[in-house]
Protein backbone atom coordinates (compact mmCIF):
# COMPACT_ATOMS: atom_id res chain seq x y z
CA UNK A 1 0.00 0.00 0.00
CA UNK A 2 2.83 2.35 0.78
CA UNK A 3 4.07 1.83 -2.92
CA UNK A 4 0.86 2.65 -3.88
CA UNK A 5 -0.26 6.04 -1.97
CA UNK A 6 3.51 7.06 -3.60
CA UNK A 7 2.20 6.21 -6.94
CA UNK A 8 -1.56 8.02 -6.13
CA UNK A 9 0.82 11.16 -4.76
CA UNK A 10 2.25 11.62 -8.26
CA UNK A 11 -0.56 11.07 -10.14
CA UNK A 12 -2.12 13.58 -8.49
CA UNK A 13 0.69 16.17 -8.93
CA UNK A 14 0.35 14.88 -13.26
CA UNK A 15 -3.05 15.45 -12.95
CA UNK A 16 -3.42 18.21 -11.07
CA UNK A 17 -0.58 20.06 -13.50
CA UNK A 18 -2.04 18.73 -16.51
CA UNK A 19 -5.37 19.74 -15.61
CA UNK A 20 -4.33 23.56 -14.58
CA UNK A 21 -2.19 24.04 -17.51
CA UNK A 22 -5.82 23.44 -19.47
CA UNK A 23 -7.44 26.36 -17.26
CA UNK A 24 -4.55 28.58 -17.53
CA UNK A 25 -5.64 29.18 -21.23
CA UNK A 26 -9.19 29.90 -20.43
CA UNK A 27 -10.44 33.36 -20.25
CA UNK A 28 -10.86 34.95 -17.29
CA UNK A 29 -14.89 35.12 -17.98
CA UNK A 30 -14.47 31.34 -18.87
CA UNK A 31 -12.70 30.63 -15.73
CA UNK A 32 -15.45 32.26 -13.41
CA UNK A 33 -18.30 31.45 -15.46
CA UNK A 34 -21.25 29.81 -13.70
CA UNK A 35 -20.99 25.82 -14.20
CA UNK A 36 -23.63 22.83 -13.72
CA UNK A 37 -21.32 20.59 -11.25
CA UNK A 38 -20.94 20.45 -7.32
CA UNK A 39 -19.52 23.79 -7.03
CA UNK A 40 -20.67 26.45 -9.74
CA UNK A 41 -17.81 27.30 -11.42
CA UNK A 42 -14.04 25.88 -12.61
CA UNK A 43 -12.92 28.53 -10.27
CA UNK A 44 -14.73 27.74 -7.28
CA UNK A 45 -13.92 23.95 -7.73
CA UNK A 46 -10.33 24.18 -8.30
CA UNK A 47 -9.96 26.71 -5.24
CA UNK A 48 -11.90 23.84 -3.28
CA UNK A 49 -9.51 21.54 -4.18
CA UNK A 50 -6.74 23.24 -2.80
CA UNK A 51 -8.11 24.06 0.46
CA UNK A 52 -9.80 20.55 1.25
CA UNK A 53 -5.83 19.27 0.30
CA UNK A 54 -4.69 22.02 2.84
CA UNK A 55 -6.97 20.69 5.79
CA UNK A 56 -6.15 17.04 5.41
CA UNK A 57 -2.65 17.15 4.36
CA UNK A 58 -2.17 19.23 7.53
CA UNK A 59 -3.87 17.26 9.41
CA UNK A 60 -1.59 13.68 8.27
CA UNK A 61 1.58 15.84 8.77
CA UNK A 62 -0.41 16.35 12.48
CA UNK A 63 -0.86 20.14 12.21
CA UNK A 64 -3.21 22.88 13.65
CA UNK A 65 -4.84 24.63 10.87
CA UNK A 66 -8.22 22.68 11.44
CA UNK A 67 -10.98 24.51 10.04
CA UNK A 68 -9.30 27.58 9.71
CA UNK A 69 -8.26 25.75 6.02
CA UNK A 70 -11.96 26.93 5.08
CA UNK A 71 -11.86 30.42 6.25
CA UNK A 72 -11.59 32.03 2.50
CA UNK A 73 -13.15 29.32 0.48
CA UNK A 74 -11.94 31.15 -2.88
CA UNK A 75 -8.57 31.92 -1.68
CA UNK A 76 -6.90 32.73 -5.43
CA UNK A 77 -9.05 34.74 -7.85
CA UNK A 78 -6.89 33.56 -11.11
CA UNK A 79 -4.77 30.27 -12.07
CA UNK A 80 -1.82 32.13 -11.92
CA UNK A 81 -1.31 31.84 -8.36
CA UNK A 82 -3.58 29.07 -7.58
CA UNK A 83 -1.45 26.69 -10.15
CA UNK A 84 1.72 26.90 -7.80
CA UNK A 85 -0.14 26.80 -4.54
CA UNK A 86 -1.65 23.61 -5.72
CA UNK A 87 2.10 21.79 -6.84
CA UNK A 88 3.58 22.70 -3.31
CA UNK A 89 0.76 20.98 -1.90
CA UNK A 90 0.98 17.92 -4.12
CA UNK A 91 4.73 18.07 -2.76
CA UNK A 92 3.76 18.00 0.60
CA UNK A 93 1.27 14.97 0.19
CA UNK A 94 4.64 13.57 -2.50
CA UNK A 95 6.66 14.01 0.76
CA UNK A 96 3.87 12.53 3.33
CA UNK A 97 3.51 9.60 1.17
CA UNK A 98 7.18 9.19 0.97
CA UNK A 99 7.37 9.14 4.70
CA UNK A 100 4.85 6.19 5.55
CA UNK A 101 5.84 3.37 7.13
CA UNK A 102 4.22 0.61 8.65
CA UNK A 103 3.58 2.03 11.92
CA UNK A 104 2.07 5.40 10.46
CA UNK A 105 -0.26 3.45 7.79
CA UNK A 106 -1.81 2.06 10.86
CA UNK A 107 -1.94 5.58 13.28
CA UNK A 108 -5.05 7.06 13.89
CA UNK A 109 -5.69 10.48 12.37
CA UNK A 110 -7.37 13.31 13.85
CA UNK A 111 -9.57 15.61 11.89
CA UNK A 112 -11.09 18.83 13.28
CA UNK A 113 -14.41 19.45 12.47
CA UNK A 114 -16.64 22.08 13.05
CA UNK A 115 -18.50 20.70 16.19
CA UNK A 116 -15.86 18.03 17.23
CA UNK A 117 -13.12 16.20 16.31
CA UNK A 118 -13.29 13.55 14.81
CA UNK A 119 -10.62 10.52 15.47
CA UNK A 120 -10.35 8.46 12.39
CA UNK A 121 -9.57 5.30 12.86
CA UNK A 122 -6.60 3.60 10.34
CA UNK A 123 -6.96 -0.41 9.72
CA UNK A 124 -4.18 -2.64 8.70
CA UNK A 125 -6.46 -4.07 6.04
CA UNK A 126 -7.85 -0.55 4.50
CA UNK A 127 -4.54 0.90 5.23
CA UNK A 128 -4.60 4.22 5.37
CA UNK A 129 -8.27 5.67 5.04
CA UNK A 130 -7.26 9.47 5.52
CA UNK A 131 -4.92 9.28 2.70
CA UNK A 132 -7.69 7.03 0.19
CA UNK A 133 -10.31 9.36 1.09
CA UNK A 134 -8.32 12.59 -0.01
CA UNK A 135 -7.27 10.73 -3.53
CA UNK A 136 -10.62 10.21 -3.90
CA UNK A 137 -11.90 13.39 -3.19
CA UNK A 138 -9.02 15.29 -5.38
CA UNK A 139 -10.27 12.43 -8.57
CA UNK A 140 -13.95 13.48 -7.93
CA UNK A 141 -13.12 17.44 -8.16
CA UNK A 142 -10.89 16.80 -11.00
CA UNK A 143 -13.38 14.70 -13.02
CA UNK A 144 -15.81 18.00 -12.51
CA UNK A 145 -13.40 20.79 -13.74
CA UNK A 146 -13.10 17.91 -16.75
CA UNK A 147 -16.38 17.94 -17.27
CA UNK A 148 -16.77 21.94 -17.32
CA UNK A 149 -13.75 22.34 -19.80
CA UNK A 150 -16.20 20.73 -22.10
CA UNK A 151 -18.57 23.41 -22.13
CA UNK A 152 -15.50 25.97 -23.07
CA UNK A 153 -13.02 26.70 -26.15
CA UNK A 154 -10.09 24.44 -24.46
CA UNK A 155 -10.08 20.93 -24.70
CA UNK A 156 -10.19 18.77 -21.07
CA UNK A 157 -6.78 17.16 -21.44
CA UNK A 158 -6.17 13.34 -21.01
CA UNK A 159 -6.09 12.84 -16.92
CA UNK A 160 -6.11 8.62 -17.65
CA UNK A 161 -2.36 8.44 -18.70
CA UNK A 162 -0.47 7.80 -15.63
CA UNK A 163 -0.13 4.14 -14.99
CA UNK A 164 0.34 2.09 -17.75
CA UNK A 165 3.93 1.91 -18.91
CA UNK A 166 3.57 2.14 -22.56
CA UNK A 167 1.92 5.90 -21.94
CA UNK A 168 5.25 7.40 -20.31
CA UNK A 169 5.87 9.15 -23.73
CA UNK A 170 2.25 11.14 -23.56
CA UNK A 171 3.32 12.51 -20.18
CA UNK A 172 7.01 12.94 -20.83
CA UNK A 173 6.62 16.50 -21.16
CA UNK A 174 4.88 17.37 -17.91
CA UNK A 175 7.49 14.98 -16.09
CA UNK A 176 10.08 17.29 -17.42
CA UNK A 177 8.49 20.73 -16.72
CA UNK A 178 7.45 19.28 -13.23
CA UNK A 179 11.00 17.49 -12.48
CA UNK A 180 10.09 14.55 -11.89
CA UNK A 181 11.18 10.58 -13.95
CA UNK A 182 9.76 7.70 -14.85
CA UNK A 183 12.68 5.99 -12.91
CA UNK A 184 11.64 8.62 -9.80
CA UNK A 185 7.53 7.66 -9.85
CA UNK A 186 7.92 4.21 -10.82
CA UNK A 187 11.57 2.88 -9.17
CA UNK A 188 10.32 -1.01 -8.90
CA UNK A 189 10.57 -0.50 -13.07
CA UNK A 190 13.55 0.61 -13.53
Do not use: K
Amino acid sequence: MIEYFRHQAYCNLWSNHRLLAACARLSDEAFHARRSSFFPSIHATLNHILIVDAYYIDALEGGTLGQRAFDDELPHSCVDPLWPAQEARDRRLIAICYALDEASLVADITLERADRQQREPAHRVLAHRVLAHLFVHQTHHRGQVHAMLSETDVAPPQLDEFFMTQEAPLRRAEFEALGISEAQVWPTFR
